[in-house]
């Protein structure tokens, strides 16, 4: 079997989380989180628009990692990002996790905003 390494140059990868935690480049962040092309940090929820809304034009797509479950986000916000030209993806945490990394190893212009499982 050949491996590859995988090559994350414009964005940095989700390494691993866990109960109220995400690893990102090797750096622990706590609670919800924020990583694009812009940087890692972190976010405030769904309350917190502005961070995700700073985005655009920098992004095609922002995954939103709901936690263990997936639920819905609040329409509100749903259509800010859409409004902004953003496409939005809803998922729960893990999966959104798996996802970005994925798209990123490809080149893809995402970002990924996630509460903690």
Not at 97 to 104: A, H, I, K
Request: hydrophobic share 45%; aromatic share 6%.
């Amino acid at each position: 079997m050949r491996l590859n390494e995988v090559n994350f140059s414009d964005a940095d990868p989700v390494d691993g989380y866990g109960a109220g935690f995400f690893r990102i480049a090797g750096n622990v962040h706590e609670g919800a989180v924020l990583t694009s092309v812009l940087g890692t940090g972190i976010w405030g929820g769904y309350d917190d628009q502005q961070a995700l809304l700073a985005l655009a034009g920098e992004i095609d797509v922002l995954f939103v990692g709901t936690g263990a479950e997936i639920t819905h986000i609040p329409a509100t916000l749903r259509k800010a990002l859409e409004d902004a030209g953003m496409g939005v993806e809803i998922m729960n945490s893990p999966a959104a996790c798996r996802t970005y990394n994925v798209l990123l190893s490809e080149g893809r212009r995402i970002a990924l905003a996630a509460l903690p499982v």
